[in-house]
C-alpha cells in the first residue's frame, strides 16, 4: 500500500466497492483519531469508545454502496459514530450529572492564533487527562458541538446537520462551551492534543476491523 496513502476517500471507496477490500485499511487509520474523539467527547471511555469505532467502520463498510461521492465522506462517518453513540447511550440508560456554568458570552476565546507553538508536541499524559475530565463536565449539547467544531475540524454548516440545530445555535453553543472549558484549560494547547488515540491502539483497531470485514 505504499502510494494508497494519497488515494482520496473516494477513489478508496470506488476501489474497495470493486473488490479490493484490503485497501479499506487507509479509511480505518485516516479517521481512527476523529472517531476517538467523539465517542471520548460523548463521555465513553476508552475501551467503550473503541467498540464504537469499531462497530462504526463495519456500519460503514456495510453502507458503502450507498455512499454520495457529492457528500462529504468524513461528515458521513461520523454521522455513523453519532447514531451508534446515541443508540448506546439509549440503549443503557447513560446518565450524566452536570453543574451548572455561569455563562458570559463575551469571554475572550479560548483558543486564539496569537499562540504560535500550538502545533508543538507535548505528550503530557496528567495534561491529557485534565482536559478529557473538564470536557466531561460539560452538558452534552454543548460538548458535541466543541468536539464537533474545534477537535473534529467540522465548519457550522456540517455540525448543525450532524446535530440538528441552526447555525447560530452551533455558535451559541460553541461559545458557551469554551466559556465553560476557559477556567480550566491553558490557552497555550491546542485542540489537537485533546483526546489523542495512540498509534498502539490505532493499530489494534485496524486489525480488529480488517479481521472482521475480511470475515463478511
Known amino acids: 500500500m505504499q502510494q494508497s496513502d494519497k488515494l ?20 480505518v487509520r485516516r479517521f481512527n483519531s476523529y472517531l476517538y474523539k467523539i465517542g471520548r467527547s460523548y463521555n465513553y471511555n476508552h475501551e467503550d469508545t473503541q467498540d464504537l469505532m469499531q462497530d462504526t467502520y463495519i456500519d460503514a463498510y456495510k453502507s458503502l454502496s450507498q455512499f454520495k461521492n457529492h457528500s462529504n465522506f468524513k461528515t458521513w462517518l461520523i454521522r455513523i459514530m ?7 447511550k439509549e440503549k443503557f440508560s447513560f446518565k450524566n450529572e452536570f453543574a451548572k456554568a455561569d455563562l458570559n458570552e463575551n469571554v475572550t476565546p ?23 475530565e473538564s470536557l466531561s463536565k460539560i452538558p452534552e449539547e454543548y460538548r458535541m458541538v466543541f468536539s464537533l467544531r474545534e477537535i473534529s475540524g467540522l465548519n457550522v454548516s456540517e455540525t448543525a446537520d450532524l446535530l440538528n440545530i441552526s447555525q447560530a445555535n452551533v455558535k451559541v453553543r460553541l461559545n458557551r462551551a469554551k466559556v465553560m472549558l476557559r477556567e480550566q484549560l491553558e490557552k497555550s494547547y491546542s485542540t489537537s492534543e485533546l483526546f489523542e488515540f495512540n498509534l498502539i491502539y490505532c493499530d489494534a483497531l485496524t486489525a480488529n476491523v480488517m479481521q472482521k470485514i475480511n470475515e463478511l
Open 110 to 132: 479560548m483558543f486564539t492564533n496569537s499562540n504560535n507553538d500550538a502545533n508543538k508536541n507535548i505528550h503530557n499524559r496528567e495534561l491529557g487527562r485534565v482536559i478529557e
Open 8 to 27: 482520496s476517500e473516494t477513489e478508496i471507496i470506488d476501489r474497495v466497492l470493486k473488490g479490493e477490500k484490503l485497501l479499506y485499511e487507509l479509511i
Open 82 to 88: 453519532l447514531n451508534n453513540c446515541f443508540r448506546k
